[in-house]
């Protein structure tokens, strides 16, 4: 996200400057005010902001007088624009992929730290990718397993009763605990939900992380052009769909070999 922030801004002829929250600006307002407005700062883009999708309480006096946009997270308290992944879509069409590849016993892995941070849209749409493919609501929600990285004896024991020929999943140590199961039990496809070019031979969704930050720049300039300052009336959201890339990951014979 940051990398095609950067990219995109200078090609429109911004520049970059780098803030943390935790510096020691934000703890007096005023001081953050007067370096904004020297600065002539006025669009701020937040990334990385997780705690209850809120906007630091340091920024709030800037608001009468900037442009809040949101990267990767809805920032809702209070609601400012954004640009973000179709986290649902994400999960929904990675579950249809799986689907419609032959497999029937498809489960999902990820913390619920990830999942409250973008709002339940990766468990709401794997469910309903499940829900289409004929399954019961109910039914559906027991293929779901909490990642929790010190549980492996908790996952072997979800793995012995849901019995998934699939796992789509957000953590990269997945394919190291399925190698601890019996042959047998390790024949499990993998597909990620949001890969990285690093993740040699995995299938799964490419978020297109560097268009959010592209995207998030076009949604800045824009209102910056227009002086249109200040907390909006009615917050923009643009989603970034993802795209499904094939691997080896669906191959466990080869993949986990």
Not at 223 to 239: E, I, Q, S, Y
Request: aromatic share 8%; net charge negative.
């Amino acid at each position: 996200i940051s990398e095609g922030f950067r990219k995109r801004a200078a090609e429109l002829g911004y520049q970059v400057e780098d803030l943390w929250v935790g510096d020691e600006i934000f703890s007096d307002p005023a001081r953050l005010k007067k370096a904004f407005y020297t600065r002539k700062i006025e669009g701020v883009a937040f990334l990385g902001i997780a705690e209850k999708n809120t906007l630091p309480e340091q920024v709030h006096g800037l608001l009468a007088e900037s442009v809040f946009v949101g990267l990767g997270v809805r920032l809702i308290q209070p609601m400012v624009h954004c640009c973000t992944n179709n986290q649902y879509g994400t999960a929904l069409v990675a579950t249809q992929k799986l689907l419609g590849s032959g497999f029937r016993r498809i489960g999902l892995v990820m913390s619920r730290a990830i999942d409250r941070q973008i709002d339940g849209r990766f468990t709401m749409g794997f469910r309903r990718g499940l829900e289409e493919g004929g399954w019961q609501p109910e039914l559906a929600s027991g293929m779901i397993w909490n990642f929790q990285l010190e549980d492996l004896p908790g996952f072997h024991r979800w793995v012995q009763a849901a019995k998934p020929d699939a796992l789509l999943c957000t953590h990269t140590e997945i394919p190291g605990w399925l190698r601890s199961l019996s042959q047998g039990e390790r024949r499990i496809a993998l597909a990620h939900l949001d890969l990285d070019p690093a993740m040699e031979g995995w299938a799964g969704m490419n978020q297109h992380n560097d268009l959010v930050g592209v995207f998030g720049v076009d949604l800045l300039t824009a209102h910056l052009a227009r002086r249109d300052l200040g907390l909006p009336a009615a917050a923009k959201t643009m989603l970034v769909e993802s795209e499904w890339v094939d691997g080896r990951s669906l191959r466990p014979s080869e993949f986990l070999a």
